[in-house]
């Protein structure tokens, strides 16, 4: 089956800007998850959707947004960018039930902000 | 919420187990834990997950104390492509938390 697919890979901006990135989840995965990684902060979790509602959301400013539309696909923006922004945008799918959910990894989309 | 801690860094033999320790003593009764493996920055995969019982799958073995507060990812033959960060992560419904991992240098 497919997997999680993310869109652009990679994508230059430069302050100021804003960006919208994409993720396809899984057939049949109803969460999708999105999560930030630079190489001082590690992985961190930005929000989860379920069925189209935000149900989690980690500790980042107003500007990181995100919405699920009726298939399960996801995107998130990031507004009015800053250079710390830079990063590797990992979104990740599941079936989200309550019990056990394996995450399913995309291969990120990777922003420079210059 | 369940915190992790892992050693930064570990080396293996190619061949022989290795053994990656987690210490995740603020975890509650029904989170679980699950084990994840970064390469090179491509997206994490999947290991294993398990609630209380030991558990063991194609790729490796997971070992849970029995209070809950540590485990064990038991990677039985190392290869030169186990080579990787290796994240322990606790799950509080959903929202999970990557701590810093433990880099695996497996060597010939």
């Known amino acids: 089956k497919a997997g999680v697919t993310q869109t652009p890979r990679y994508l230059i901006k430069t302050r100021g800007q804003q960006v919208t990135l994409s993720c396809s989840p899984i057939s049949g995965h109803r969460s999708v998850s999105w999560y930030q990684q630079t190489p001082g902060q590690g992985l961190q979790f930005l929000f989860e959707?379920?069925?189209?509602?935000?149900?989690n959301k980690g500790n980042f400013p107003g500007r990181f947004s995100g919405r699920q539309f009726s298939n399960s696909r996801s995107e998130m923006n990031v507004s009015t960018l800053e250079l710390g922004d830079s990063a590797l945008y990992l979104c990740a799918s599941s079936f989200g039930d309550s019990g056990a959910n394996v995450l399913t990894f995309g291969a990120g989309s990777r922003l420079t902000v210059l | 919420d369940a915190k992790t801690t892992q050693p930064p860094s570990m080396d293996c033999a190619e061949g022989r187990a290795a053994n990656l320790p987690c210490n995740h003593s603020t975890i509650s009764g029904n989170e679980y834990v699950y084990w994840y493996r970064q390469i090179h920055s491509q997206g994490p995969q999947y290991i294993i997950h398990g609630l209380k019982n030991n558990e063991t799958n194609e790729m490796a073995s997971l070992i849970i104390t029995e209070d809950r507060k540590s485990s064990t990812l038991i990677l039985p033959h190392a290869t030169l492509r186990d080579t990787a960060v290796y994240y322990c992560?606790?799950?509080?419904?959903?929202?999970?938390?990557f701590g810093s991992g433990t880099k695996l240098n497996v060597k010939p």
């Open positions: 992560i606790g799950n509080n419904f959903n929202k999970f938390y």
């Open positions: 959707y379920f069925s189209e509602t935000q149900r």
